[in-house]
C-alpha cells in the first residue's frame, strides 16, 4: 500500500543545518516532492528529486534519495527562523501520477 | 498574481448547512485537483479533473461531496449537510497533464469551521 512516513518534530538553532527525514512504502515513485507550508497558509513547493536520482541540490537545500532503503532526505544549509514551518514530502506513482501521497509532516522550529 | 487562488479563505458554518468553495486554478493548467487536510496531517487526495471532466474520486469524497468544473477553467466543491468531521482546510492544485515532472501547484486553501 501507499504510506509516506516523517517524524513530526524537529528544532535547531539559528545558523545550523536541518535535516527532515522522509520513508515511503511504493517502490513505485515517479517523483518525490518537498513541500513548505506556514501557518494558515497553503503548500509551497520546495523542489523534488526523479527517482531514478540520488541526489539534487538547489540553494540552500539538498535532497537525498536511498531507493535501497526507500528513504528520502531535506537537508537545510543555515537555516534561518524564516524556515520555521511544516515541511511535507509527497510521492507520485508510476501507475497513478494522478495524485500525490504526502507523508504527515515535520514541524520545524528555528531558534536563535 | 497568476497563481493557484481560492475563495473563500475562511468559512464558519452550522452543522447541517450546505457550503460552496471555489478554486481557480493557474489559467494554462488543465487539471486540477481537491485535497483536504485535517489538524495534524498531510494532504488527502478527494478528486481531480482533467478539463471539464471528473476522472477520479477518493473514498473519502461522500455523496455530500460534489465537485463541478464546468468549463474547464474554476471548479466547484460542494459540501451537502456539513458534519463536525468536515472541519479542514480544503486545498486545490493544478497542473498539466503529461508535463513532468507532474508538480502541483497549490492555492491558499479554504479553512472550514462546522460548529
Known amino acids: 500500500g501507499e504510506d509516506v512516513e516523517q517524524s513530526l518534530f524537529l528544532s535547531v538553532r539559528e545558523g545550523d543545518s536541518s535535516v527532515i527525514n522522509c520513508t515511503y512504502t511504493?517502490?513505485?515513485?515517479?517523483?518525490l516532492y518537498w513541500y513548505k507550508q506556514e501557518p494558515g497558509a497553503g503548500l509551497q513547493l520546495l523542489t523534488y528529486?526523479?527517482?531514478?536520482?540520488d541526489m539534487k541540490q538547489d540553494q540552500r537545500l539538498t535532497v537525498l534519495l536511498n531507493k535501497k532503503d526507500k528513504h528520502l532526505s531535506l537537508r537545510i544549509a543555515d537555516t534561518q527562523t524564516g524556515d520555521s514551518a511544516i515541511y511535507f514530502c509527497?510521492?507520485?506513482?508510476?501507475?497513478?501520477?494522478?495524485?500525490?501521497?504526502f507523508g504527515t509532516g515535520t514541524r520545524l522550529q528555528v531558534f536563535p | 498574481d497568476t497563481g493557484v487562488s481560492q475563495d473563500p479563505r475562511h468559512k464558519i458554518t452550522k452543522r447541517g448547512q450546505n457550503v460552496t468553495f471555489r478554486c481557480d486554478p493557474i489559467?494554462?493548467?488543465?487539471?486540477l485537483y481537491w485535497y483536504r487536510q485535517t489538524l495534524g496531517q498531510g494532504p488527502e487526495f478527494l478528486t481531480y479533473?482533467?478539463?471539464?471532466?471528473?476522472?477520479?474520486k477518493s473514498r473519502l469524497l461522500s455523496d455530500r461531496f460534489s465537485a463541478e468544473r464546468p468549463k474547464g477553467s474554476f471548479s466547484t466543491l460542494e459540501i451537502q449537510r456539513t458534519e463536525q468531521g468536515d472541519s479542514a482546510m480544503y486545498l486545490c492544485?493544478?497542473?498539466?497533464?503529461?508535463?513532468?515532472?507532474?508538480?502541483?501547484?497549490f492555492g491558499p486553501g479554504t479553512r472550514l469551521t462546522v460548529l
Open positions: 509527497a510521492e507520485s506513482l508510476i501507475e497513478n501520477t494522478d495524485k500525490l501521497i
Open positions: 511504493d517502490s513505485s515513485s515517479t517523483y
Open positions: 528529486i526523479f527517482s531514478n536520482m
Open positions: 489559467s494554462e493548467h488543465n487539471r
Open positions: 479533473f482533467q478539463n471539464e471532466a471528473q476522472l477520479e
Open positions: 492544485a493544478s497542473n498539466t497533464a503529461g508535463e513532468l515532472p507532474d508538480t502541483q501547484y
